[in-house]
């Protein structure tokens, strides 16, 4: 009996209980893993699944890791794929169909690198079943996320046996025999048991050298010889593609080996001679190497103007369409045309400006050395025993030039319709010179002067200056020498006193006015100090001279009356 106010468990919760605990052991047992954890998946594309299933052990070097939990089909143009398979089409443009393997990998698996390697091998020859064995990658590659996908150029399938009979086909088995066939007869008819006894003779130096090819092929960097297998496969296809051509090319290279086979004799010294070429040519090898470094820097820095090529290319066709035009028959080349008859002219006067233009040279050259110099000198008036000079200089030579001009071009008058001729206004003063007959005239030369006579300036022994060399280039000549000194005269003068008075009313009025002009002058040439008077005041009283006695006044005093 039960005691009073005990509880029993209903046989309903009894039941349910043993349910759950024999579900969750069959899952455990079924699975192996907790229903409720986060399994460690990746995903891997091969190019055919063959006989892979859902439970396929994963296995790395021998070991089981983990297993196949689903197989995939997909197309190649499916974006899913193309997506899990990095962006391209898997295997390549060969591959028309893909699979995609979803593995789950235990801890004891564990890490997997992006780098991993994936192969579908049998497990047995004859079984048929498969498992993925896996390489888990390289130490330094970053281990690879739940739900990566391994593209299909990092997974491998098995060689089955059906394959190797499917390529023995009927066209292939008779290649073959035609292949033995001839190896055949090369050994038997053709004395090739010889050249095979040769051969092995002389194999362990060429071994040697094998050895060192095959060592080279290996390259310096990892990857370099996958590098080399993947390229000849290209080439395999592409000569795969046309049987033609690819018959055409064994056809060559058998006249090539023919013609090789008749100059034996030749061929064996060239290969004689190849190493001492090959050894001639290590520092054009070691030069290039060199170069390669900065032609790489170079390459490098090319490539943003090749990336700009196509929009340099682009912009710049307007213009190479204008050019095209600007060439043709109606613009440059009907120009050209034209100017043809004018080519051979030109020609020759280019031949000619050649020494015109050394004389102008010569010409230009005269003037900066010669010429300007003389022309922006002045005259040096020199210290001698005869006197000094007592004015300055009032300019340099193209001034002082330019000054006479103007005075000759003031006193020139027309004479009548043949010549022209100098009138000089007659004046006289208070200074007499009496110049000895020198000029044969018979008597000598009496004359008067408003002022006193100082002497000749330049003398007559400097005028005898540089000589002028015609043979000599003019810039490489002295220039002309400007100094002169103060000569005496070759005559005698006195001074004659001046009048007290004049009777004025003997005078016309115009020659009244000039008589008090010319007093006017005379006082002020004494009250600045008469024969010692500055330069200035000199100089202000011949002005005032020279107005007075101008042609025009002359010729206003004659209208006034002969005095």
Request: hydrophobic share 40%.
């Amino acid at each position: 009996m039960r005691a009073r106010g005990e509880h029993r468990v209903p046989s309903w919760a009894i039941g349910l209980a043993l349910v759950i605990v024999v579900a969750a052991g069959s899952v455990l047992a079924y699975t192996k893993q907790l229903p409720f954890g986060d399994p460690y998946e990746v995903r891997a594309v091969f190019t055919t699944a063959q006989n892979i299933r859902a439970g396929a052990p994963v296995r790395i070097a021998g070991i089981e890791v983990g297993e196949v939990t689903e197989v995939e089909h997909l197309a190649a143009a499916s974006p899913e794929l193309t997506a899990r398979a990095g962006g391209r089409p898997p295997g390549g443009a060969s591959t028309e169909e893909a699979a995609v393997v979803t593995m789950r990998i235990s801890d004891a698996g564990r890490p997997v690198r992006t780098d991993a390697t994936l192969k579908l091998r049998p497990r047995l020859f004859l079984e048929g079943n498969l498992f993925v064995d896996l390489r888990p990658g390289s130490p330094s590659a970053p281990e690879a996320e739940g739900g990566f996908t391994f593209p299909v150029n990092q997974t491998s399938v098995s060689v089955e046996l059906d394959q190797i009979l499917t390529t023995l086909q009927a066209d292939v088995r008779r290649d073959l025999q035609v292949l033995l066939d001839q190896l055949g007869n090369a050994l038997a008819e053709y004395g090739g048991a010889e050249g095979f006894r040769e051969l092995y003779r002389t194999s362990p130096p060429a071994f040697r050298y094998t050895s060192q090819v095959n060592e080279a092929l290996l390259g310096t960097e990892e990857g370099d010889l996958r590098g080399v297998l993947r390229g000849f496969s290209r080439v395999f296809r592409g000569l795969a593609r046309n049987e033609v051509a690819l018959q055409e090319l064994v056809t060559n290279l058998r006249v090539v080996a023919g013609s090789f086979a008749r100059q034996d004799r030749a061929l064996a010294a060239a290969i004689e001679e190849l190493p001492r070429v090959l050894e001639a040519s290590e520092p054009a090898y070691a030069s290039l190497n060199a170069a390669f470094p900065p032609l790489r820097a170079f390459a490098r820095e090319a490539l943003p103007g090749v990336r700009s090529t196509p929009a340099t290319v682009e912009a710049a066709t307007p213009l190479v369409e204008q050019l095209r035009l600007l060439v043709s028959h109606r613009e440059l080349r009907g120009l050209v045309r034209d100017l043809r008859p004018a080519i051979r002219p030109l020609a020759r006067l280019t031949r000619q400006t050649e020494s015109f233009l050394e004389q102008s040279r010569a010409l230009s050259s005269c003037f900066n050395e010669v010429v300007i110099p003389w022309a922006n000198d002045t005259v040096d008036p020199q210290t001698n025993p005869g006197g000094d000079y007592p004015h300055e200089p009032t300019g340099r030579v193209f001034e002082t030039t330019g000054y006479g001009l103007s005075g000759i071009a003031g006193e020139n008058r027309s004479g009548d319709a043949n010549a022209n001729y100098l009138r000089v206004h007659g004046s006289g003063g208070l200074n007499t010179v009496q110049a000895p007959d020198t000029f044969g005239f018979g008597q000598d030369l009496v004359g008067m002067t408003q002022l006193e006579l100082l002497g000749a300036m330049p003398r007559l022994g400097d005028s005898q200056k540089t000589d002028f060399r015609p043979d000599v280039r003019c810039e490489t000549q002295e220039a002309p020498d400007l100094g002169g000194g103060l000569g005496s005269l070759p005559f005698e003068q006195q001074q004659i006193a001046a009048p007290t008075s004049v009777d004025s009313s003997a005078l016309t009025p115009e020659q009244r006015r000039l008589d008090r002009s010319l007093r006017e002058i005379s006082g002020e040439l004494s009250a600045a100090g008469g024969e010692d008077a500055p330069p200035e005041a000199v100089q202000r009283a011949r002005g005032q001279l020279e107005r007075l006695l101008s042609p025009e006044r002359g010729d206003a005093e004659r209208g006034g009356g002969d005095a």
